[in-house]
């Protein structure tokens, strides 16, 4: 049973526009939540994080938005860059433990 | 600068061999992951350790075993390698709580 899910497998978006990737989740106990981008042939490499007492955190072209009572999470990228072309993990923390849940990737691919 | 370092990065084995796969980190962490990815199921977590001496399950454990041999090194082990085992593994460690996970660059294996 996926408790992170990203529904949408991948992405197209123009550069300089907006890319919003999604993840939902299902287990209210998550309290920490990351995003992570994975270009191929390498490790994932972290992005950005929000904690669940938060509702938005930014960090330069990246934000993430969290609704909680929606148990929703989003990445907005703004303007989007061909560099960013990769493909896209959220993850999730439940509370008290060091597991690190992730969901199943959407690969976005901006294009000039 | 080295982070998480995985050895080997490419593996081909034969069905029933055994194996295991090396990761150090020397970032001082704590907490240590094996993960791994495959097409259309993202990153799925094996065995994660909390601390030096503790290991506990993850997603999908069958067929894996891990040792937290000191803070540094977290290894995974194959007993009896089965082609459903291929996929490319990933190492990574964290930090104090509600920190990032630092990834290793992956061990490609493939179960012949």
């Known amino acids: 049973d996926q408790q992170v899910k990203q529904n949408s497998p991948s992405l197209s978006v123009q550069e300089g526009r907006i890319s919003i990737l999604n993840c939902d989740y299902t287990?209210?106990?998550?309290?920490?939540f990351l995003w992570y981008k994975k270009y191929p042939a390498e490790g994932p490499t972290f992005l950005i994080s929000i904690s669940s007492i938060k509702d938005k955190n930014e960090d330069g072209r990246f934000t993430v938005f969290l609704n909680k009572s929606a148990k929703h999470l989003s990445l907005h990228i703004v303007p989007s860059q061909p560099g960013d072309s990769a493909v896209y993990f959220c993850?999730?923390?439940?509370?008290?433990?060091?597991?690190?849940?992730f969901g199943t990737g959407t690969r976005l691919q901006v294009f000039p | 600068n080295a982070g998480v370092t995985q050895t080997p990065k490419f593996q081909v084995l034969k069905t029933g061999q055994s194996m295991t796969l090396q990761c150090a980190q020397d970032m001082n962490h704590n907490s240590m992951y094996w993960y791994r990815q495959d097409p259309g199921m993202g990153l799925r977590l094996i065995y994660y350790s909390a601390s030096e001496g503790t290991t506990d399950k993850g997603e999908v454990p069958n067929g894996y075993n891990v040792s937290r041999l000191n803070k540094r090194e977290f290894s995974l082990r194959l007993e009896s390698a089965a082609p459903s085992q291929t996929s490319v593994y990933f190492c990574?460690?964290?930090?104090?709580?509600?920190?990032?996970?630092?990834f290793g660059q992956g061990t490609r294996l493939t179960v012949v």
């Open positions: 990574a460690s964290s930090g104090t709580a509600n920190t990032e996970a630092f």
């Open positions: 993850a999730a923390r439940p509370i008290n433990t060091d597991k690190l849940i």
């Open positions: 287990n209210s106990m998550f309290d920490y």
